[in-house]
């Protein structure tokens, strides 16, 4: 079992910088691929940025050039690094941890965190 908790989201002007944090409690975080995904209302929840246990990256195409995601295995923590943000990102972002273990999907969800991005 993987508990998720967010942190870093706020309220931002347009062009500014937010850091998000995923904690994650519970063992074996680093063999986990985590992901941060978003969602507005009324619309499905997408991939942002994804991180494997091996360090490999990919991002949504909206904002590559922008965001960047990391992890730091020793505090089981994942972070997304946000810049020019733009009001188009507002929306509740969530933390996620998924793993395969004897042929099963483990899937685990943060409760998210808001980021507004308005002047």
């Known amino acids: 079992q993987v508990q998720l908790v967010e942190s870093g989201g706020g309220l931002v002007q347009p062009g500014g910088s937010l850091r998000l944090s995923c904690a994650a409690s519970?063992?074996?975080?680093?063999?986990?691929?985590m992901g941060w995904y978003r969602q507005t209302p009324g619309k499905e929840r997408e991939l942002v940025a994804g991180?494997?246990?091996?360090?490999?990256?990919n991002y949504a195409d909206s904002v590559k050039g922008r965001f960047t995601i990391s992890r730091d295995n020793s505090k089981n923590t994942v972070y997304l690094y946000m810049n020019n943000l733009k009001p188009e990102d507002t929306a509740v972002y969530y933390c996620?941890?998924?793993?395969?273990?004897?042929?099963?999907?483990?899937?685990?969800w943060g409760k998210g965190t808001l980021v507004t991005v308005s002047s």
């Open positions: 996620n941890a998924r793993r395969l273990l004897d042929y099963r999907l483990l899937n685990y």
């Open positions: 991180i494997t246990s091996s360090g490999s990256t």
């Open positions: 519970g063992s074996s975080f680093s063999i986990y691929t």
